[in-house]
């Protein structure tokens, strides 16, 4: 008779778990040589957070990734970190970090399931097909159990699936929602198939926003793969740490990850450049999935009317619908980038208090917010700058 059993380990290194493994549970869809749904589990770019210590010791993310194994077979793995901060994260939590504090409880480290420093939604519970409902089980059980031998205050897993979503609340974990704004593609064969749908004053406000930017006094590339050279991603290092600095502090991704990037992760990679004289002024960098393109980090140097807009979403449009792809994901955040065709979406994740009096409290604010949440994705929508059907209206 088989062996049901299900062992789970927790590992300090990616380097400990052969990549064929994570990824044949990461991104099985590969097999057939096409790109990875989701670039953000795959192996070698969560490898490459590591190698370039963006993740690790000192940095408040200590990898200890879960890999489930059945009869010696590795059938489900997720990213697990113990965090000290809630940095990096886009779900925040700083008030429930305070509030437990405060009552004299001990809220670090806890356990997050996670893509640092990466607001993209996909699968967390990393499984082999047809192995989902026994190896997220497994996942999130070893989840607990750590957080539970270790007295930690609490487990998140954050942008995950709604599948996820659901499996998980039957496990005990509470759901959460939030928002961040993607531009959906409708079978856009042009930029200008997509304005067409805009309502006129949209329309012209895009164009006159887009010429602006053009105008800045050099010319806009888009660059992937072996197109991107060394001295790029030192211009681009430049622009990431000034906004990095402004945003968050510190930069969270260190110099030497976009060196490692280059290496194994450069077709995965559009870096869009503004250069004058030939030089590089303003960037931004996206990730490309199967169906999807992810926004990511901007910076510039100088700064020049509307180059922001035109570097992250409409350059951004232009390469999905070049790529056929379904969506682009512009992070989180930004109720501007409403004006600019990119719609509400909800977002999903799912959390576990150790202590039952708090996570009662915890629990109630989620249900309040998951209200406030959708009136808010439907407000927005409603005030989307696509046109309505009936023309009478159109502003």
Known sequence: MADDTIEVTAHASLADIPAADWDACACPETADGGRPVDPFTTYRFLRALEDSRSVGTGTGWEPRHLVARRGGQVIAAAPLYAKSHSQGEYIFDHNWAHAYENAGGRYYPKLQIAVP????????????????????????????????????????ITFCTEDERAQ?????????????FHWLNRGYDTFDDFLADLSSRKRKNIRKERATAQAFG???????????????????????????????????????????????????????????????VAGALNFIGRSALYGRYWGAIEDHPCLHFECCYYQAIDAAIARGLDRVEAGAQGAHKLARGYLPVACHSMHWVADEGFARAVDQYLQAEAGAVTEEIEVLTAYGPFRRTDAAIDP
Do not use: N
């Open 168 to 180: 998980a609340a039957e496990l005990g974990l509470m759901p959460r929602s939030s928002q961040q």
């Open 218 to 280: 050099g010319q806009i590339v888009a660059l992937t793969g072996d197109d991107i050279r060394p001295e790029h991603w030192d211009a681009f290092w430049e622009f990431y740490q000034d906004t990095g600095a402004r945003k968050w502090g510190t930069p969270y991704l260190t110099r030497a990850f976009f060196d490692r990037a280059q290496e194994t992760l450069r077709d995965d990679m559009l870096l869009v450049l503004a250069l004058r004289g030939g030089r590089p």
């Open 117 to 156: 420093f990466t607001p993209a939604t996909g699968r967390r519970l990393l499984t082999r097909p047809g192995l989902e409902a026994d190896g997220r089980a497994a996942l999130v059980q070893g989840a607990l159990h750590l957080a539970s031998r270790y007295h930690l205050s609490s487990l998140h």
